[in-house]
């Protein structure tokens, strides 16, 4: 069973907050990732990391932005949640060589 | 481009029978696969990987199989039962092309009925 760890699991925030999703992981991957995802569609990648100080957006614009400053830390910031940006976001990790992604529990927002 | 899609959106299946969950994919370049179980209100969970060196691999009741011909994978579930109620995804991979991040499919809705 991976080792990684989402927090908080749900949030209900105000439109114009800032806010700041946490994930860890105890692997040491050095790939990390969010996803975007509504419930029970498709997955949409909004950020990756190949490892610390590298970051790169995904396939989906988002609003949103990331930060690698350690291996096993890789948060994700909205500046000004939106109603727009409701949805699940979860984080997943791989080690290097075959890219076997191991994900998170995932945070449910909901952006008032 | 390249593209990871499922046949069908939902499939019921009574308990007992075997499941088949279908993906094909566009990119013939395409060298590895993964299939992923996500319960609701939960994260998607790894159930079993393929490499195109492959045809078929078989894991605790589930089987996938790689036709690289027509670039089709599927995941057969033995014996379904009502915890194999699930969204079920495909993701593809180009290993050798360096880092490149899994290509996932749209999902099929497994719902098993008692």
């Known amino acids: 069973e991976a080792d990684i760890y989402q927090t908080p699991r749900y949030l209900v925030i105000g439109t114009g907050k800032k806010i700041t999703l946490e994930c860890s992981q105890t692997m040491g991957h050095d790939k990390m990732y969010w996803y975007q995802q509504d419930p029970g569609m498709e997955l949409h990648l909004i950020h990756y990391?190949?490892?610390?100080?590298?970051?790169e957006k995904g396939d989906l614009s988002s609003e949103s932005t990331v930060s690698r400053i350690r291996t096993e830390h890789f948060p994700l910031t909205l500046e000004s949640a939106r109603p727009s940006h409701t949805s699940q976001y979860l984080c997943a990790s791989s080690p290097t060589g075959w890219e076997t992604q191991y994900f998170g529990p995932g945070t449910r927002l909901l952006v008032l | 481009g390249e593209s990871v899609g499922l046949h069908l959106p939902t499939l019921s299946v009574q308990e007992g029978d075997n499941s088949i969950i279908n993906c094909a994919y566009s990119n013939s370049a395409s060298d590895y696969f993964i299939w992923y179980k996500q319960e609701s209100g939960k994260g998607p969970q790894f159930i079993i990987d393929i490499r195109s060196n492959m045809d078929k691999r078989q894991g605790q009741r589930v089987t996938v199989l790689l036709n690289k011909t027509v670039k089709h994978l599927s995941l057969q579930i033995a014996a379904t039962q009502p915890g194999d109620s699930a969204v079920y995804f495909c993701?593809?991979?180009?290993?050798?092309?360096?880092?490149?991040?899994?290509?996932f499919g749209k999902g099929t809705r497994l719902s098993v009925i008692a």
């Open positions: 993701a593809e991979n180009i290993f050798h092309s360096g880092n490149t991040p899994l290509v």
């Open positions: 990391s190949y490892g610390v100080n590298s970051t």
